[in-house]
């Protein structure tokens, strides 16, 4: 916006005293990109551009037809036009239970550390990004992962995937992490007011994508690594200790293997009942379980549309359904007709896209020009790491809707790569890519340009083959 509007004041209202900025940006393709999310102090953004003012303050209160923002400090705002960017919570299995600790921004992270440091067990709760990074960073303490699903990593990769990562959880030794390059920011002054640590209400914002590194995550026990998977199962109940006494049932110990399910003869802080039956206790259970859209602060008074996911409903235009109003992140929810390769996702990937663009129509919008949608919206793909391989993935790689009409085809070298296509009537719809094959842009312009594949059949897939040599 500063760069469209260089002689307009624009406004970053946050609640957070440090920035999110994207940093290392690398254009790996079309389609895909990789970056580093750095924390850094909003001067550093005034300097940049001379017409940012940035307010460290939360939002009491949007009063849309009046075109104004009441902050909590007590300030009033007005605006011509406004985006919404205030992304999503963690949605916490408990509200309110000091044993219960919610991830998703560096304080929550901080927190997590410091509580680490004592236990000698705990419980992890979800099957996303954060738990699957979580779950292969912790040393020292053992690990009971509930997941609902049969096989981890449901929201990014099948069970193929995750057969073929589950080796790394239990492998004895570690490689040395790679050296992280994102320097890190801490709030001046919060470290000696002891803030309240986790059930803090203040939203921080969101990790970035290494969040774990430089973090020292280790327990109390000498082993390196101790994980039980729980699948296909929810938390059903959590008890605190007197609780637990009171109920008179067994608790049971880290298992050993399949049969040896003995009674836990140890009293700890907090338990929780999963709904297969089994009872765990641990010192502190990680709720990872994704989030939800930060709305709250904007309905009173407003009549925004808002999507089945709970994000405020945005048009191409990232348009909500109030004038002048726009949203972009992990706050809103795309309400357009999505290409047929791409589908919204709430990463870091898709936030950056959407603040970007939503930029680009506030501007063209306010010149009464008109704007095509952006590029970027045309195919999903999103690069990351899980448990130091790279990962990459594109399009429809679940089979998102795609019905019993498809067929997958796989490649894998254990602890090397592996390689999954989403094929349908011939065109390739979608695909997950770990390790170092070098297969993303090739596959992405076969993804964009629906090429018809049928003649290639298994070969598509086959090792020696050259095919980035041979769709050039």
């Known amino acids: 916006l500063a760069a469209e509007f260089p002689s307009e004041d624009i406004f970053l209202i946050t609640a957070s005293p440090v920035i999110k900025a994207v940093t290392n940006f690398k254009q790996v393709s079309k389609t895909l990109e990789e970056f580093d999310v750095e924390e850094q ?4 953004l005034e300097k940049r551009y001379p017409n940012i003012r940035v307010i460290q303050s939360g939002v009491k209160q949007l009063k849309s037809d009046e075109h104004k923002i009441y902050t909590e400090d007590g300030k009033e705002y007005v605006y011509e036009k406004l985006c919404l960017c205030a992304g999503a919570k963690p949605k916490l299995i408990a509200e309110g239970n000091p044993y219960v600790l919610g991830i998703r921004d560096t304080d929550s992270a901080q927190a997590f550390q410091k509580n680490l440091a004592q236990a000698e067990r705990i419980v992890v709760v979800g099957n996303g990004g954060i738990a699957l990074e979580l779950v292969y960073e912790i040393q020292g303490c053992e690990v009971i992962w509930a997941i609902k699903d049969k096989a981890i990593g449901n929201t990014f990769f099948d069970a193929g995937a995750a057969e073929f990562l589950i080796p790394k959880l239990t492998a004895e030794s570690r490689e040395t ?16 007011k002891g803030r309240p640590t986790a059930a803090s ?9 290494d969040w774990h590194e430089g973090l020292h995550l280790k327990g109390t026990k000498e082993f390196s690594h ?3 998977i729980e699948i296909l199962c929810e938390v059903k109940k959590i008890h605190l200790q007197q609780e637990f006494i009171q109920l008179q049932r067994a608790s049971l110990t880290f298992p050993k293997g399949e049969k040896n399910v003995e009674p836990d003869e140890v009293l700890w802080p907090v338990y929780v009942e ?4 089994k009872i765990y206790g641990c010192n ?3 709720s990872a379980t994704g989030v ?17 996911d709970g994000g405020l409903k945005v048009d191409k235009h990232m348009h909500t359904s109030l004038p002048d109003v726009y949203a972009a992140g992990d706050i809103c929810t795309a309400a357009w007709e999505p290409s047929p390769v791409w589908h919204q996702m709430r990463l870091w990937t898709q936030a950056r896209q ?3 663009y939503a930029a680009k129509c506030m501007a063209a919008d306010a010149s009464g020009e008109s704007i095509d949608m952006d590029f970027s919206f045309e195919l999903f793909a999103h690069i990351t790491k899980f448990f130091n391989y790279k990962v990459v993935i594109l399009g429809k790689y679940n089979a998102q809707g795609l019905g019993s009409d498809h067929e997958l085809m796989l490649r894998c070298t254990k602890g090397h790569e592996y390689v999954k296509v989403v094929m349908q009537n011939g065109r390739m719809m979608g695909a997950v890519l770990i390790g170092e094959t070098d297969l993303e842009e090739t596959f992405e312009n076969l993804i964009l340009n629906q090429m018809d594949l049928s003649a290639y059949g298994e070969d598509l897939l086959n090792p020696d083959i050259d095919i980035e040599d041979y769709f050039d």
Do not use: Q
Not at 182 to 189: A, C, N, Q, S
């Open 354 to 356: 959407m603040g970007w």
């Open 41 to 44: 102090p909003g001067s550093l």
């Open 226 to 228: 101790k994980v039980h």
């Open 177 to 192: 992490p790679i050296e992280c390059k994102r320097t890190k920011y801490t709030v001046e002054g919060s470290e000696e």
């Open 201 to 209: 209400d203040k939203l921080g914002s969101a990790l970035g994508p």
């Open 274 to 277: 999963l709904t297969n039956g």
């Open 284 to 286: 502190f259970i990680v």
């Open 292 to 308: 939800v859209p930060n709305i709250e602060p904007f309905l009173d008074g407003n009549n925004f549309a808002v999507g089945e």
